[in-house]
């Protein structure tokens, strides 16, 4: 990494006026972007009487856990036990994250790397399918899943999310940049059949395409309440559960910022987890080439 | 590389005489890669392009869910467009969304990947956190709500009326004139989305001796590398991003409806999408909103293809 960051500096000569105008570029922007983050991780920890003071106060005065504290004794008085709607929250993420990238990533291959008859058929599809409002397309889907019996299970909200159209065009676009040809030709010389080609040397080099899709589908499903499919309370997710809790008015205002905190922080891990591999293979990468 | 497989694929479609044996030759000894496509391609027929088929066709139907659909021809499409005025005050607000949401956003996530890409590792990581927290965070953007809020607590109205510029609150989600431009910028907050993560993978992806070999050719500043060099490379990516955004800048509606009410003040940032889940959702009236789905359809991919067009310009 560092002797090709060297390599860059060396080979263009980049004009102070032009790095700083982009040093202000970047700090402004990401003033904008980081200001209202802070306030509500301030938020959470603000006691009632900060929340609603005059004039009001960006960061907090006297930290307290205290909204925190509150989220647990509501989650504790809760006829479901919490765990159960983490659990449902946590099968969702995983299945409907696991399912859409292997399908996606196995179709993609199709359409990228074989391109046999069709696919480009196919993927026009896709694409305009990505232009079609789901609002209209709800009551055709329930019908389906009614009519395939998973009402009521977490089923509905899982296996429709397997052929998500993104997920598929995203994985289809990083094959396409990132995968040498030459390397699945000396594959096939050497015989292997296209579930190798697909698992051992397209997959690795396409790390950062699916490090991606598990970002974007985990930030999606985690926020997934359940819609109209869940009916059982034992069947409904967090983030359902966490919004019944700050459905209170003026006095659970301090709950909802804990709430918003907690939901905002795990997808920021889960985020800053890949992230970090995502850079990791990059690097690796392109110095095997 | 590429267009010598396509080229391989094409043989078979293009000699005229044998031209369906042959495309069947080529069907039959890929079978394995159906097979691969077959999970994803059933439940994407089941799940997406029957239900968009079905929908199209009930746009042609009175249908209120409780009654079998009624063929009305094209009634929900003249209702629309010569009845209902507050459609096209939507159409007019979503379009000046898009115009101004889907370019500035775009441009913003790519400028901004592209100069986050040129710094170090650490300080790239922390950056990309940055721009993109905002999108991950679900409903972080509620705190947008605290920020104007009509009372002395928010935010703005606190610290204008603490310095003296104003005497009373002001109802900054509820007043028309305000209602626009501040949807506006709490969408350009949260847009740093897909598009500028695939931006910051696909930059990640180049290869460095690209770069070597056209400062050796010439290449004089960052300028010159960018459109010569960095643009072609990101041809697919680019398109894959515009099309995030046209249809994300296209189809704003949970977040207006958030943030400044549902209906807003006068219809003030009534859009296409919001009109849709009025008539789906409340008045139960699924033609009717099918054909509103049609027809923004029909404007996304009209401006895809225009996109398109420019794109291929790119690096020209």
Known sequence: MASRLSIRKRRLARSTGGDLVIMMFLLIGGAFMVIPMIMIISNAFKPLNELFLFPPRLIVRNPTTKNFHDLMVMMAQSWVPFGRYLLNSLIIVFFGTLGNVFFGSLAAYVISIRKVPGTRFFMGIVILSLMFSSEVTRIPNYVTIAWLGWIDSLRAIIIPRWSSSMGLYLMKNFMDHMIDRSLVEAAEMDGANDFRIYWQIVMPNVKPAWLTMIILLFQELWRTQGGHYIYSEQLKTLPYALSQITQGGVARQGVQAAVTLVMMVIPIIVFLVNQSKIVDTMGTSGMAN | ?316
């Open chain 2, 1 to 316: 590389m590429s267009s010598v497989v396509r080229k391989q694929s094409q043989v078979g479609v293009e000699t005229r005489p044998g031209r369906r044996s042959a495309l069947f030759k080529e069907m039959a000894a890929h079978k394995i890669c159906y097979l691969f496509l077959a999970p994803y391609a059933i439940l994407f027929i089941v799940f997406t392009v029957v239900p968009v088929v079905m929908a199209i066709l009930l746009s042609f139907t009175y249908f209120n869910m409780l009654q079998p659909p009624q063929w009305i021809g094209l009634h929900n499409y003249i209702r629309l467009f010569l009845e209902d005025d507050i459609f096209l005050i939507a159409v007019k607000n979503t379009l000046v969304y898009a115009t101004i949401t889907g370019p500035v956003s775009y441009l913003l996530s790519f400028v901004t990947a592209w100069l986050i890409n040129e710094l170090k590792p650490k300080a790239r990581a922390f950056l990309t956190l940055l721009f993109y927290a905002p999108s991950i965070s679900g409903n972080a953007y509620m705190i947008w709500r605290i920020i104007f809020s009509g009372d002395t607590y928010g935010i703005i109205n606190g610290f204008l009326m603490y310095w003296g510029f104003i005497d009373a609150p002001v109802q900054w989600l509820l007043n028309p004139d305000y209602i626009m431009p501040l949807v506006i910028l709490v969408v350009l907050w949260m847009s740093m989305g897909t598009g500028f993560l695939v931006f910051i993978a696909g930059l990640q992806g180049i290869d460095p001796r690209l770069y070597e070999a056209g400062a050796i050719d010439g290449v004089r500043n960052r300028w010159q590398e960018l459109w010569y060099l960095t643009l072609p490379q990101m041809r697919g990516y680019l398109m894959f991003g515009a099309i995030i955004t046209i249809t994300s800048s296209f189809t704003v509606a949970g977040e207006i409806s958030n943030l400044v009410g549902f209906p807003s003040t006068d219809y003030a940032a009534h859009t296409i999408v919001q009109h849709l889940q009025d008539y789906g959702s409340i008045r139960f009236d699924m033609g009717y909103a099918s054909a509103i789905a049609v027809i923004l359809f029909f404007m996304m991919v009209v401006t895809q293809r225009v996109v398109q067009k420019l794109l291929n310009k790119v690096g020209e």
